[in-house]
């Protein structure tokens, strides 16, 4: 997932996609304003840009041209699609006002997503900071506290007028396993509901104990007032979330400091600075993430400890034993079967709340606005800008082709580049346009389909507990995978080769799962947009770079990337390039996901233009710049970017340099892998590219960076007529067929008597197909929130069902308020979708109950 506003995903970062190195996911952010001047009129542009092309003759996207500018206010965005300057607002909203316009225009629409969530992140360094400040977070049960401090109701209701839900813990409450582990969450739920005098004596407590004292209402530690800088974002309804929090810990004797900033003001203080520095304590966190996530075993890890992310923060984090092994084992997918992985998941979720690094708040229902005439197909968790397939279906209703203007909170946040660039939601919007990739996540499943792939098959060892839901890719079971000895596992850099297994291993080694994908006809064929011809060491340099950049050896060594390499380490068991006509690569792994697709996107080796990563490996070697922020911070060089500002000059030098001797990086490996010529060809298209465009982005996806304006807050993207895919190919992803609940029954019912309750499942008003549900259940709560009953309710016509709760089943209830919950999940969506019904039990006789009736 990704802090929305300051665009960070998760999903992503657990994907090994285009480059085979980990990467994090997207962000969203745009801008106000046409920066980059459009000749016309809105109405002469679009009459202009009306071809009269047939869509089905259409190759490659379906606009000419898409300008991305900065619009802070979210206030402004449906007057400015109304006018016709703006057609795309990337950022959800949540806003009740602007919904309820956008609601109402008739010029304007709007798609929903689910899958932001807010929270509040805790600065764990200390006990004290570099300046001797008292750091009451680096205190596992002050965070822990904080949940019973905040009210997330009065968060979901007030702050963001019922666009959102109440969220507790580390699992999105509109994905798959939040309802796999209802029972769980509820009881989790129900311990930490606002208590706000339990928190008030757990901080005291926990202050006394770090030696501070309270004195006229306020702390103090060393004859000093105990500080708290509340790092809030000005930006959306975070920063009333901001302000609740600062009031909250004012209440409990903190001196508060308020420091409110835009995206990239804040992530300069929180992800880019040292925790121990002491700029920071709170922060007001959001996710996106970037598609429906149906497993969210590593969230754990993400979020909790050390090998999330390379940053400081994260190398801060000191979960305690049992939770690091837990995370780490749910990270590696390292169980045997469904029931051990759900016991992981339940321990490892009330462990996370015990150390709280971070609080969640609530899950928000986002608005994503758009003109009445675009359409788009939208990610119903992280909508327009985490969708994948958003670069080949965003368009006009009426026509093909034409120029868009799609409005971000803020462009260029973080630099840009291939390896450990940028992780901001908006950014990586972008930039999803601009790289092809092997296969893409259905929008409303996150099941993967192919793009590049012709086909695959999936071997996983008898008994590992993985599913095949789509036909393009088999699924079959062994007693066991042996490796073959001549796959590659490791990284000799000395020698500048891989290492095979049969040198690893003389006595051989055994995968728990095998890939093997076969890529499209032609794949070794196409073009990047300079006009590079695709080679195999697109694919096999990034992989190099992996591994080097673990090597304490190598110039590119980088002891952020060692706690997320060390994962990728523990269930990596080696890769081979099997044939070449077509292109087919086996994979080996002990890591598992529950869907096969997702292990067939999780493991494919994509490309990165070897040409222009060698100048940044150029770059890093001679210190110049760095490719993460972690190693520029500690090198005190520039964060690289491809696309602007001071970087641009320093690549500048080495494309010379590079150019001069042709330079091929690890040569005697990449070497054989090229074609006659091909380093000269390849520089040599990358300095025209260069001079013509004036940047160093070179992609292969549907659209091409024309332009970069960093100062205006604009980029521009344009049609690569290279992209030879059909127009309408993604098209069919339109509506997400959401079910709907409605659940009936008595509101009081008698301990001796049956009770039942009547459950119609529909969508847009007609019944729900039976075979496109996959699981239907229900949950029986009692007055204190405790589990009493789960079962599955009984099917009847027209998809309608029935739960009969028996005189016996009742009496455990007792007289009172109980709560009977269904849960939903449906093969087409997903989300799963919930109701819930109130009824009072009472006793035998009851008049009250008999006059009701």
């Known amino acids: 997932m990704v802090d929305q506003s300051d665009g960070f995903t998760f999903d992503s970062w657990e994907r090994m996609a285009k480059s085979g190195l980990i990467v994090a996911g997207l962000v969203l952010a745009l801008v106000l304003g046409l920066a980059v001047p459009l000749p016309g009129t809105v109405e002469q542009r679009q009459a202009e840009a009306a071809p009269g092309e047939a869509l089905a003759d259409r190759r490659g996207s379906l606009l000419d041209q898409l300008v991305f500018t900065e619009e802070g206010d979210v206030g402004r965005i449906t007057a400015l699609i109304e006018t016709g300057s703006?057609?795309?607002?990337?950022?959800?909203?949540?806003?009740?006002?602007?919904?309820?316009?956008?609601?109402?225009?008739?010029?304007?629409g709007f798609e929903r997503a689910y899958g932001t969530s807010v929270e509040l992140t805790f600065n764990p360094a200390g006990p004290t900071f570099a300046n001797g400040d008292l750091n009451p977070f680096h205190v596992r049960e002050i965070r822990e506290a904080m949940n019973w401090l905040v009210n997330r109701r009065h968060v979901a209701e007030e702050i963001f007028g019922g666009l959102a839900t109440p969220r507790t813990l580390p699992l999105n409450t509109v994905f798959p396993d939040y309802a796999r582990l209802a029972d769980v969450a509820r009881a989790l739920e129900l311990r930490y509901q606002h208590a706000p005098a339990r928190a008030a004596a757990v901080i005291t407590e926990e202050m006394e104990r770090l030696g501070a004292s309270r004195e006229a209402g306020r702390w103090t530690y060393e004859g000093r007032p105990v500080r708290?800088?509340?790092?809030?974002?000005?930006?959306?309804?975070?920063?009333?979330?901001?302000?609740?929090?600062?009031?909250?810990?004012?209440?409990?004797?903190?001196?508060?400091?308020?420091?409110?900033?835009?995206?990239?003001?804040?992530?300069?203080?929180?992800?880019?600075?040292?925790?121990?520095?002491?700029?920071?304590?709170?922060?007001?966190?959001?996710?996106?993430?970037?598609?429906?996530?149906?497993?969210?075993?590593?969230?754990?890890?993400?979020?909790?400890?050390?090998?999330?992310?390379?940053?400081?923060?994260?190398?801060?984090?000191?979960?305690?034993?049992?939770?690091?092994?837990?995370?780490?084992?749910?990270?590696?997918?390292?169980?045997a079967t469904w029931d051990e992985r759900q016991d992981l998941m339940a321990r490892g979720i009330e462990l996370a709340l015990e150390d709280s690094a971070r609080i969640w708040l609530v899950d928000q229902i986002n608005v994503v606005p758009r003109a009445a005439d675009v359409e788009v197909a939208a990610d119903i968790a992280g909508g327009v800008a985490a969708s994948w397939l958003w670069p080949y279906t965003l368009r006009f209703r009426d026509r093909v082709g034409g120029s868009m203007v799609v409005a971000v909170p803020s462009l260029l946040t973080q630099p840009w580049n291939p390896v450990a660039g940028t992780n901001w939601a908006y950014d990586n919007m972008i930039i999803r346009a601009l790289n092809d990739t092997e296969a893409l996540p259905d929008p409303f499943t996150g099941l993967f389909h192919p793009q590049r792939l012709a086909q695959a098959a999936v071997t996983v060892e008898d008994g590992v507990p993985v599913v095949r839901s789509l036909d393009w890719l088999s699924l079959e079971t062994a007693p066991e995978i042996v490796v073959p000895n001549d796959a590659w596992i490791a990284w000799d850099n000395d020698a500048g080769?891989?290492?095979?297994?049969?040198?690893?291993?003389?006595?051989?080694?055994?995968?728990?799962?095998?890939?093997?994908?076969?890529?499209e006809p032609g794949y070794l064929e196409r073009r990047w947009h300079d006009g590079s011809q695709v080679s195999l060491a697109d694919i096999v340099l990034p992989w190099i770079v992996l591994f080097e950049r673990a090597d304490e050896g190598s110039r590119l060594f980088d002891p952020a990337h060692l706690p997320s390499f060390e994962v990728f380490q523990r269930h990596f068991r080696g890769w081979r390039i099997v044939d070449t006509d077509p292109l087919t690569i086996e994979i080996y792994s002990d890591q598992i996901f529950p869907?096969?697709?997702?292990?067939?996107?999780?493991?494919?080796?994509?490309?990165?233009?070897?040409?222009?990563?060698?100048?940044?490996?150029?770059?890093?070697?001679?210190?110049?710049?760095?490719?993460?922020?972690?190693?520029?911070?500690?090198q005190q060089v520039d964060w690289m970017s491809l696309v602007a500002g001071p970087s641009l000059p320093i690549l500048d030098d080495h494309l010379e340099a590079a150019r001069a001797q042709a330079f091929v990086p690890y040569e005697s490996l990449l070497g054989d892998l090229l074609r006659e010529g091909e380093a000269e060809a390849r520089y040599a298209a990358l300095a025209e590219w260069r001079a013509e465009r004036r940047h160093f982005w070179v992609g292969d996806g549907a659209y091409y960076l024309h332009s970069v304006h960093p100062v205006a807050g604009s980029v521009v993207l344009r049609r690569f007529e290279g992209f030879t895919d059909p127009a309408d190919k993604w098209l069919r992803f339109a509506v997400a067929e959401i079910p709907a609940l409605e659940l009936d029954g008595p509101m009081m019912v008698r301990l001796d008597e049956t009770a039942e309750f009547e459950l119609?499942?529909?969508?847009?008003?007609?019944?729900?197909?039976?075979?496109?549900?996959?699981?239907?259940?229900?949950?029986?709560?009692?007055?204190?929130?405790?589990?009493?009953?789960?079962?599955?309710?009984?099917?009847?016509?027209?998809?309608?069902?029935?739960?009969?709760?028996?005189?016996?089943?009742?009496?455990?209830?007792?007289?009172?308020?109980?709560?009977?919950?269904?849960?939903?999940?449906?093969?087409?969506?997903?989300?799963?979708v919930f109701a819930s019904h109130a009824f009072a039990t009472v006793p035998p006789g009851s008049p009250v109950l008999e006059a009701a009736r």
């Open 86 to 108: 703006h057609h795309v607002y990337a950022q959800g909203v949540t806003s009740t006002p602007v919904f309820r316009r956008l609601r109402d225009s008739q010029r304007a």
């Open 497 to 519: 080769r891989f290492r095979t297994v049969g040198e690893e291993y003389p006595e051989g080694i055994t995968a728990r799962t095998r890939s093997i994908v076969e890529y």
């Open 595 to 634: 869907d096969a697709e997702f292990i067939v996107a999780s493991r494919t080796p994509g490309t990165q233009p070897w040409h222009t990563m060698a100048l940044g490996i150029l770059a890093e070697r001679a210190g110049d710049l760095a490719f993460s922020s972690n190693k520029a911070d500690r």
């Open 228 to 335: 708290v800088s509340v790092l809030i974002r000005s930006e959306d309804e975070r920063r009333q979330v901001g302000d609740y929090a600062a009031n909250l810990l004012e209440d409990q004797g903190f001196l508060v400091e308020r420091q409110y900033r835009t995206a990239e003001e804040a992530s300069r203080i929180w992800i880019a600075g040292d925790p121990h520095a002491g700029r920071w304590h709170v922060y007001t966190g959001s996710w996106i993430s970037t598609l429906i996530q149906r497993d969210l075993s590593g969230n754990l890890s993400f979020y909790y400890t050390s090998r999330g992310r390379p940053e400081p923060l994260w190398q801060a984090y000191q979960p305690v034993e049992e939770l690091d092994e837990i995370a780490d084992r749910l990270q590696r997918r390292d169980y």
């Open 760 to 832: 119609a499942v529909t969508f847009q008003g007609e019944p729900y197909p039976e075979e496109a549900l996959e699981e239907v259940t229900f949950l029986l709560f009692d007055g204190s929130g405790e589990l009493a009953l789960q079962g599955d309710p009984e099917p009847a016509a027209g998809s309608r069902w029935t739960i009969r709760l028996t005189p016996d089943e009742l009496e455990d209830l007792g007289t009172g308020a109980n709560s009977l919950e269904v849960v939903v999940t449906s093969r087409r969506v997903a989300m799963p």
